[in-house]
Structure formats: structure tokens, C-alpha cells
């Protein structure tokens, strides 16, 4: 398992690693835990590394104006142990609390994980559910993309060449919130064979906002629409909840493959939303 | 001194081994060294039209190239000739006409750095024309099913037969014949240290050495002599630190002859270091049989008779054990009970997959799975208890040693009393009771409780016995144990830890037989350099085979210094006693000598008694009377899960019996580990092939699915002590029991939990997609 030969810069600042970007044969490298295995493996065979796992202006976690910001190098387990982000965004600190094992989650970044677009990576479930951006640069500017709308296949997102993964933002979820992520995981440090987030507020006993992430159950991980709008406006119940878990694979290509086929992979995939639903209205009912 | 036999006295190795200084072979260094790369075939069976090595050998650093056309090794031996008329099919270490498996070697690449010879092995191309894939074992046996070497017109390897009893007689007269189909599916050994190989040749004497990751080094030597043509004076084998070997390493591999040929042609040493890829496809798998089994019953559950048929996977080719794996079903295929009459026949089949071999139980937790599911199936069958059923039908402790229909004789046991010292544990009747409420509530969860209750046959072997069965191998060990003047003690062992923690066990039989202190005993193992002799580690020989060389050994040293001691104490060597290390005189105490004297004595060699030769030392070959046959009861208590098919295993508890013990940690380490891997069995692992195109599915960590801590119970552990008459230690091997035991323990628990359901059968590995399957089709059914 020896990676193909290639080229490894270190640059000093954020400028200059985007200096670097922009060839489809670079490629960026944080905590390595998702592309050193894949260069191992001869699958992936960059040329130039640009490593910019040392860079502390990635590295943070920060409430502006009731957004909660982190920084695209920020550890798993920075997330998984920040009281900040057990306040704002307690599904976040959960997904990054189920990923790997305590190593990965040391070395592992949340801009990596995004990035690499692995379809059962926890984060993007709970990044979908709470609504969050992603933010962008390239030598040329910068953007905002929804989490929603960042994954555009297996291992495949809306990153043109040349732009970086800086920072994730996630509003505050207000008052009267409740939200849970839960993962069916073959073995403790598995990616998920089914992951979902629920975040849901709900006032006067009706549910005013709804979001849920799916990851693992399909090509990409995605919103759950049809489960969210069976839920919106309506009473917050235990049978309208398993009305709404039963809809989280409408219209998506269930994965089949050796971890489990896809009836299967349906299936847990509604007892998970369940799940994720039934404590997330726990939560919100707090 | 003498209570060090049975005390968990720390493990002497493990200071260097988890410290990081160990010396496995990747960290052996040799001046000079260059390496090596093999080009492996991407295809489960096609025929290699031409091999294009230009570019490759045009690459920066490269060596040499050598294509199965230019090889000029001798075939890779099978060594045990199961039936006279066993088909054996060519196998070289270099494939030149047909590969038969994903993995063949088609080439090797020798370069000056690895990333070279990796990068090299990439350039060269080979034009393959793909030949029809065959996987499966039934489809192998298909009339029209592709054959794997065409040349012999079967895929049958061969049939193997054993008889005993009037079979038919009780299949007729029966009450209740109960049957079933248990597959064992293909799993990998999978040690930590992959396979490795380091040569070295010194041309002014003609010199070989090889570092290679190998249970077995003697053998090893031999093998590679008789195939290379290279006389065994002239070539030394060294298994240094091995990091685990669980069958994997008990072989003879194409790696340890072209590694070694390589190290001549260049003239330089040449190292290889296994891939975990390349070892997934190319170091042998494990199982991969399928049993179709029948009981003949009384009402009562009495087991009168049992017919069998197995289909072993061999394979593309027959590795040097392949073929005998079976036959280590037959010989415990009985189980713990009496079974009057049987009838067994063993089929080998050839498929288009990785060879099968020797893997951590091989051939005994197949029949013990089949033997203990059973038990449940007539306990479910006749509504008796799974217990009661068990006792009805055990051999009672004064019926050993017990003859099987098949001929085997078990040593000793106490079946029974490991059983109900095992329910007593577990509280068998409060779980019941748990188990009859949640059935009732109609649970989300439902309690599963698996017995099984294992025998098995292990410490291979009195050579005659295991010569009878068409092995090309003996079955002793030897140990050669020589006394310093100074009283320290040199134990060369032919036993082959791969971590089991040999050095300390010999040095506390050594320690407790000789009176000298634990520190004092230094044991060398793993180097033909050492000049000792051996058949190595497998078969969970290493205490009741290699053990016992040992013991003799040392009680041929105290006769020797007794008949000094009594010379310079002028008296008869009857008056001796000896005990704590000191011969005494009977009846003064005061009048003695310490070991430590006697050897000072025996090296000064001028007051010895005459005729006496100078020196003590002592070699001794054991060659056991019999096999043993450890036993016990394990319990798997399980939580099922039935709207998502997971399993939780509540408790696991473990009632073995090993006999007469030496360190009571290593044991327990033994059993935990043993466990795991039949627990990894029952629930997590399986190589998979695509049923087509013979494409390997499971090439990595990542698809083939090792459960790590977080997975596993917490075992709970304990004994009962039947010493067994085969060696002098009383001990029987404990280095496979806990995997021969837990799988049918596991498949009991979770279709004991569903069995509300209408399951009452479920194939491994019961991943959550299999259970929940199950539990649709019987909702379906109902």
C-alpha cells in the first residue's frame, strides 16, 4: 500500500494555499484520514499535495450574532467536546461524537470531511437538518453555498477548481427547538450505514420549522422534503412523526451494496427518522 | 518455586512486544537490502496470453523481472495425501498458463527501493483471456459448471469416506430424523502483521537465510529444500517475532521460494512486505464449507445415529494442509455425545477463489457448529429443553476413554459438569423466566439464550495417527533444554509463538520442574539455526505436544543429577528426594545439593560417577500417545432487535476445560481472543466473490468487516480441571476452543430469541439486513 509519487507544499498562510489550488491534479490534504487512504490504495493519485492542516486561521469555533462559525480545520473532536457547540448545535456535537474512533476524530477536520463528500459522512446530515452554509474561497473571491445544495454525487460537491472549504456556519435553531442525530453503524467506527438529523421547532404544539438530513441511505446525502413537509404546520405528534419517518427515502436511490442491501437500508432508514424525530419533539418540548 | 504452575505470572515477552522492540521481519536490516513486487492476477481464472515486462524492466531502479514463464521453482507442495486417488493440481509460485484466483502471481519485480518495485509492477502489462469464473460449492458440483483445471474434467478433489455403526438400522427405526444445512462461509486469518520475507544469500559458502513469517520454520526448510533443490545444510529459516498466525503463516507460500531464488539470482538480500490487499487475495482463507446433516432421534432426543455430508472449498489450488481440513470434521463430529453410528463423507471442491487452508479451529468449528445447532434443532423439534437434550446424550465421565464410531478416542471428560456449572453462572432458569415475560409482552427486544456445548480434538498429534490420515508430516515435538554452570537454563523449543506467550509458559514448566527461578530460564524458538528440530504451532499442540518434550526433557535432567548428586553425596540415588530444586537426602535434611551445584558439577566433569559424560543437556522428541480433547460450555445471552435485526449480546460466558493449566492469564487471553474471532464469524465477517466474475469483493478492512473491542461482550470466564492422560502435564491445548465454541453459541442465542417468530435457522454472518430478512419472511409465512 504505497501511494504513487507526488509533489507536498506546506504553504504558510490561507492566500497562498489558494495560490496553489486550481489544477484538477492538486490536490488540498488537512487531516489526510479520508485521501491518504484512497492515495494508498493507488485510487487517488494527485500529484501535489498542499497541505494545509497547519493553517490557525482555519481553526476556530465562534458565536457571531447567534451564527455559530467554525473553522474548516477544526477537529472532530473540537466539535465533539465544545461547549459552545453543545449550546447552538447539539446534533452537530453528536454526529462528530460517532465518527471513527478517538484518533480519527483527533486528526480529522470538518472542511476535510465536507470536501471529500464520503455519501455516509455523519456531518452533512446534521448540516442539513440545522440549515447550515457552507463558506468558500478561491483566489477570485468568495461564496456561500447551502448545505443542502453542496453535495452533488458520491464523493462529488459543488466545489469549482481552485475554491477551499473556510468555514461552516449554522444559525440559531430558536427558542422552542429540539434536535438528534441517529446513526446504524455496523461497528463502532464505521461511517454510517444510516444517519439522521431531525431538528425541529415547535410552538403552540404545531411544528413551525422542520429539517432533516439523511446520510448513508443514498448516492449523496440529502434533505428529507417530502418527510419535512408531512411534518410543517402541523401537530406535533407521535403518529404524524412515524407518518413523516416513512417518507425520509421518497424519492431517492437507495444504496445497496455489502454493508446492507437497500430494503433493508430503507427500512432502518425510517426507524432511525423515528427515532431522530420522536427526540428531537422530546428535546423541543425540553 | 513449584507454585509457579498455575499462577498468572506476567508474560515475559510482553515488555519488548509492547514497548515496540520487537524484531518482526520488515524490521530485520540487512546492508544492501532491494525488493521485491509481484504482478498479481486481477482475474478469478483466465489463461495469460503474453506478459509485456519492457517498460518495467526499463523503470528507475529495477533490478530484475521474472514472469511464471521464466521460473524454474518446483510445484508448491500439498502435503497430505487424504485419498490415494487425490487430485492435485499443478501449482507454481509464478502462474505461466492459467491463473486460477484473484491474487495469482503472474510476476515478480525486484527494485532498489519498495515505492520502485511498487511503481514498476504497475508497467507490466499482461494480456489475460478471461476463462468462466465457478465460486460456489453447489455450483461447482453442477453438471456443465465451469471446471476450474479443466485437464482433470471434475472439480472434485476428492471424497473422502469414514463409516461406523448401523447407520441406516437407526435412521429407520427412528422416531425423528431432524436435518440441516449449516454454512460456514469464507473468512481470513487476518493477523495484524501481514506475510513478509526477507533472504539473504552468501555465495562463498552457498549460504540461504530466510526471515519469513511462518509458525512452522523447520518445516519450512524442508519444504523449500525438497522444492528448490537446495540442500537443507546450506539453508537456515527464521520466523522472529511473528505478529499473529491464526493458520495464516502454516504454509508453505510461492513468496517463501521466489524471495529466496531472487536473494541468489541478485546476489543481494531481497525483501517482500505482504499488502493488506495483496493479503486478502493471496495468503489463504479459511471455512468455507457446507454441511448437510441428519440425526436419527428418539422421542426423548437421544441421538442414534447422524449421516453427514460435507462440501469443503479447496480453493484454485491445494496449499500444503488444504485438503485434510475436513477430516478434522469427521473426527469430532459426534460432538460431546454418544452417537452410536455415523456416516460421514467429505467432498473437496476446486473453485476459481483463494486456497483454503488451516484457519484458527480449521475443520473443528465447522462440526461443532453443525453438532450444536443441531442439539437445538432437535430440542425445538421434539419441545425439550436444549439442555436436557444435551445430557441425554453425553458421554458420561466413566466412559472415557471413549472409541467414536469413526475411531477417534476421546481422553477424558466431564461434559456435563461444565455444562451446569455454566447454566448455574449464567442463572439459566431467571433467564428463561425473563425470556417467557418478553415473549409474552410481545417485546421490540426478545432474550435469545445459546448453549453450546464443544468438544474438540487438538495437540496434534501421535505421528501414526495423523501419518494414518495421509499427512506427509509427523506429529512430535522436541526440546532441548541445556543447564549452564552456572545454573541458568537454555529451553530451544520447536514450538512457534506468534504471540502466544511461549517463552513465559516454558520458562514456568521449566522454573517448576527444575526448582530454578523463572529469570533463569531462557527460551529460543523460531531459527533452524538454533539446531533444535520441530513441526511448529497449529493445532493447539504447543502445550500438550511440545509441552511435553519439555517435561520429559527436564525429568531426564533431575534423573541425571540425581545420579550425580548421589555420587558426591555417597549415597544410593534412591535416597535422593527432589523437590524445590535441592536433592535431599531421606530422613537429613541437611544432607543435600542444589540443582544449581549439580550442574557446576557436571560441567567441572572431574567428580562425576563413572561412565557419567560431562555436561547437562537434553534433548527429547515427545511424540504424545493420543490426541486431546479440551471441552466446555459457552453461553451467549442476546438481545435481538426485530425491527432492525441487530444483536446485542447481553453475557457471554465461558465454562472450558483445558485440563492441567500453566498460566491461568494466558488462558483467559486465549479464550478472549478465540472467542472473538467465532463471535466475528457469527456476526461480522465473510469474503465475499462476485458470483460472476469470481471478482474478490472484500479486498480491504474496510468491506471485510473485523469487529474491534467496542463490539465485543465482556467474557466471563472460568474452569473445570479434567487432566487428560495424553502427556505428562495433563493439559490439553486452548488456543482454538473458544472459536470452535462461540459461533454455534451466538447462532443458538439469536435463533433461540427469534424462534417466537417460526425461525429456526439462520447462516452466518447474522449481520442486521440477514436477521431482519429472516424475520419478513416469517412474518410473510405465518
Not at chain 2, 493488506?276 to 437421544?302: F, L, N, W
Not at chain 2, 463423507?345 to 445447532?373: C, F, L, M, N
Not at chain 2, 459457552?634 to 446485542?648: F, N, P, Y
Not at chain 2, 472460568?718 to 465454541?741: C, F, H, Q, Y
Request: proline share 6%; glycine share 10%.
Amino acid at each position: 500500500m504505497f501511494p504513487a509519487e507526488f509533489d507536498y507544499v506546506r504553504p504558510a498562510s490561507l492566500d497562498e494555499a489558494l495560490a496553489l489550488l486550481g489544477s484538477d491534479d492538486v490536490k488540498v490534504i488537512a487531516g489526510g484520514h479520508s485521501l491518504l487512504p484512497a492515495m494508498r490504495l493507488r485510487l487517488s493519485q494527485p500529484q501535489k499535495l498542499v497541505d494545509i492542516g497547519r493553517l490557525g486561521e482555519l481553526r476556530y469555533l465562534k458565536d457571531v450574532n447567534m451564527v455559530l462559525c467554525i473553522g474548516a480545520l477544526t477537529s472532530h473532536y473540537e466539535i465533539e467536546t465544545s461547549d459552545l457547540v453543545r449550546s447552538r448545535a447539539p446534533a452537530l456535537q453528536e454526529a462528530a461524537a460517532v465518527i471513527g474512533d478517538v484518533q480519527v476524530r483527533n486528526k480529522g477536520t470538518i472542511g476535510g470531511s465536507l470536501a471529500h463528500a464520503d455519501p455516509a459522512a455523519d456531518y452533512p446530515a446534521a448540516l442539513i437538518a440545522l440549515n447550515a452554509a457552507i463558506r468558500v474561497r478561491s483566489r477570485s473571491g468568495r461564496r456561500e453555498i447551502a448545505a443542502r445544495e453542496f453535495f452533488a454525487g458520491t464523493y462529488t460537491t459543488v466545489l469549482q477548481p481552485g475554491e477551499l472549504v473556510t468555514e461552516i456556519c449554522i444559525p440559531d435553531a430558536g427558542h422552542g427547538s429540539g434536535q438528534a442525530y441517529a446513526k446504524l453503524r455496523r461497528r463502532a467506527a464505521d461511517f454510517a450505514t444510516v444517519g439522521v438529523c431531525a431538528c425541529l421547532q415547535v410552538m403552540d404544539g404545531r411544528v413551525q420549522r422542520a429539517g432533516i438530513g439523511v446520510t448513508g441511505v443514498g448516492p449523496q446525502p440529502y434533505a428529507a422534503e417530502a418527510a419535512v413537509a408531512a411534518l410543517l404546520h402541523g401537530p406535533a405528534l407521535p403518529e404524524r412523526i412515524a407518518a413523516a419517518a416513512a417518507l425520509v427515502c421518497q424519492g431517492v436511490d437507495v444504496s445497496d451494496d455489502l454493508m446492507a442491501p437497500a430494503p433493508y437500508r430503507a427500512h432502518a432508514a425510517a426507524v432511525y427518522a423515528r427515532e431522530a424525530l420522536t427526540t428531537a419533539l422530546t428535546r423541543a418540548r425540553g | 518455586m513449584a507454585t509457579l504452575m498455575g499462577e498468572p505470572v506476567r508474560r515475559k515477552e510482553d515488555r519488548r512486544l509492547i514497548t515496540g522492540s520487537g524484531t518482526y521481519v520488515d524490521d530485520v536490516q540487512l546492508p544492501g537490502t532491494v525488493y521485491a513486487a509481484f504482478v498479481r492476477s486481477p482475474h478469478a481464472h483466465a489463461r495469460v496470453k503474453s506478459i509485456d515486462t519492457s517498460a518495467a524492466r526499463r523503470a528507475p531502479g529495477v533490478l530484475a523481472v521474472v514472469t511464471g514463464a521464466e521460473w524454474k521453482g518446483g510445484a508448491l507442495p500439498c502435503g497430505w495425501q487424504v485419498t490415494p486417488d487425490l487430485k492435485i493440481a499443478e501449482h507454481k509460485a509464478l502462474a505461466a498458463g492459467e491463473v486460477h484466483h484473484v491474487g495469482d502471481a503472474v510476476a515478480v519485480v525486484v527494485a532498489g527501493e519498495r515505492a520502485q518495485a511498487r511503481d514498476a509492477a504497475d508497467l507490466v502489462v499482461v494480456e489475460y483471456e478471461p476463462l468462466p469464473a465457478v465460486i460456489d460449492l453447489e455450483e461447482a458440483l453442477q453438471p456443465g459448471a465451469p471446471l476450474v483445471h479443466s485437464e482433470m474434467g471434475t472439480n472434485v478433489a476428492y471424497v473422502w469416506k469414514a463409516a461406523g455403526g448401523d447407520v441406516e438400522g437407526a435412521f429407520a427405526g427412528a422416531e425423528r430424523i431432524v436435518k440441516l444445512r449449516i454454512v460456514n462461509q469464507r473468512i481470513a486469518g487476518t493477523p495484524i502483521e501481514p506475510r513478509a520475507c526477507l533472504a539473504s544469500y552468501e555465495p562463498a559458502g552457498g549460504n540461504i537465510t530466510l526471515w519469513t513469517t511462518t509458525q512452522m520454520p523447520y518445516v519450512t526448510r524442508t519444504l523449500l529444500a525438497l522444492t528448490m533443490g537446495i540442500s537443507e545444510a546450506k539453508l537456515r529459516v527464521v520466523a522472529p517475532e511473528v505478529g499473529g498466525g491464526f493458520g495464516v503463516k502454516l504454509n508453505l507460500y510461492a513468496e517463501e521460494q521466489v524471495i529466496p531464488a531472487l536473494a541468489m539470482q541478485l546476489k543481494r538480500p531481497v525483501k517482500w512486505v505482504e499488502e493488506r490487499r495483496e493479503h486478502m487475495a493471496a495468503s489463504i482463507h479459511g471455512r468455507d464449507q457446507i454441511d448437510y446433516v441428519e440425526a436419527a432421534c428418539k422421542a426423548d432426543g437421544t441421538v442414534l445415529a447422524m449421516k453427514w455430508r460435507v462440501l469443503g472449498n479447496m480453493g484454485g489450488y491445494l496449499q500444503v494442509f488444504t485438503p485434510g481440513i475436513p477430516l478434522f470434521t469427521a473426527f469430532v463430529c459426534n460432538g460431546a455425545y454418544r452417537v452410536p453410528a455415523i456416516s460421514f463423507e467429505a467432498v473437496g471442491i476446486y473453485t476459481t477463489t483463494t486456497p483454503t487452508d488451516a484457519t484458527r479451529g480449521a475443520g473443528r468449528p465447522e462440526a461443532t457448529h453443525a453438532v450444536e445447532r443441531l442439539m437445538d434443532a432437535i430440542a425445538d423439534d421434539l419441545g425439550l429443553d436444549p439442555a436436557d437434550v444435551r445430557r441425554r446424550n453425553f458421554i458420561r465421565p466413566e466412559q472415557f476413554p471413549f472409541t467414536t464410531p469413526l475411531g477417534i478416542v476421546y481422553d477424558s471428560g466431564q461434559y456435563e459438569a461444565a455444562l451446569n456449572k455454566a447454566l448455574q453462572a449464567v442463572d439459566y432458569a431467571g433467564l428463561k423466566a425473563e425470556q417467557a415475560r418478553r415473549r409474552a409482552a410481545g417485546d421490540r427486544v426478545q432474550l435469545g439464550i445459546g448453549l453450546s456445548s464443544y468438544v474438540e480434538i487438538c495437540g496434534l498429534g501421535p505421528s501414526q495417527a495423523v501419518r494414518g490420515t495421509g499427512l506427509g508430516a509427523p506429529g512430535w515435538e522436541s526440546a532441548t533444554l541445556r543447564v549452564s554452570p552456572t545454573g541458568k537454563v537454555t529451553v530451544v523449543t520447536g514450538s512457534c509463538p506468534t504471540g502466544q506467550g511461549h517463552e513465559t509458559a516454558w520458562s514456568q514448566l521449566v522454573a517448576s520442574r527444575l526448582g530454578c527461578s523463572f529469570d533463569d530460564v531462557e527460551v529460543l524458538h523460531g531459527d533452524t539455526g538454533l539446531g533444535g528440530q520441530g513441526m511448529g504451532t497449529y493445532g493447539s499442540r504447543s502445550v500438550p505436544v511440545g509441552g511435553g518434550a519439555i517435561f520429559v526433557a527436564a525429568q531426564k535432567l533431575i534423573d541425571k543429577g540425581r545420579r550425580i548428586a548421589a555420587h558426591q553425596l555417597e549415597c544410593s540415588v534412591d535416597d535422593l528426594v527432589f523437590e524445590g530444586g535441592r536433592y535431599t537426602v531421606k530422613g537429613s535434611p541437611d544432607r543435600g545439593m542444589g540443582f544449581g551445584d549439580v550442574a557446576l558439577q557436571a560441567w567441572l566433569a572431574d567428580k562425576l560417577p563413572p561412565g557419567e559424560e560431562p555436561g547437562l543437556e537434553q534433548t527429547v522428541f515427545f511424540d504424545p500417545p493420543n490426541f486431546t480433547f479440551p471441552f466446555g460450555t459457552h453461553i451467549c445471552v442476546a438481545e435481538v432487535d426485530t425491527e432492525l435485526g441487530t444483536t446485542r449480546i447481553r453475557r457471554y460466558l465461558c465454562i472450558d476445560d483445558c485440563g492441567n493449566v500453566i498460566n491461568p492469564m494466558i488462558v483467559d487471553g486465549q479464550v478472549h481472543g478465540g472467542v472473538v474471532m467465532g463471535l466475528a464469524q457469527a456476526f461480522y465477517e465473510q469474503v465475499v466473490y462476485d458470483k460472476a466474475t469470481g471478482q474478490l469483493l472484500t479486498p480491504t478492512f474496510v468491506e471485510y468487516g473485523i469487529p474491534s473491542a467496542m463490539e465485543m461482550p465482556r467474557m466471563e470466564t472460568d474452569r473445570t480441571v479434567t487432566p487428560t492422560p495424553s502427556n505428562p502435564l495433563g493439559a490439553k491445548g486452548i488456543g482454538e476452543a473458544g472459536t470452535i465454541a462461540a459461533s454455534p453459541a451466538a447462532v443458538n442465542a439469536v435463533v433461540d430469541a427469534l424462534s417466537p417468530l417460526g425461525i429456526r435457522d439462520l447462516d452466518m454472518p447474522m449481520t442486521p439486513d440477514r436477521v431482519w430478512q429472516a424475520i419478513q419472511q416469517a412474518k410473510g409465512g405465518r
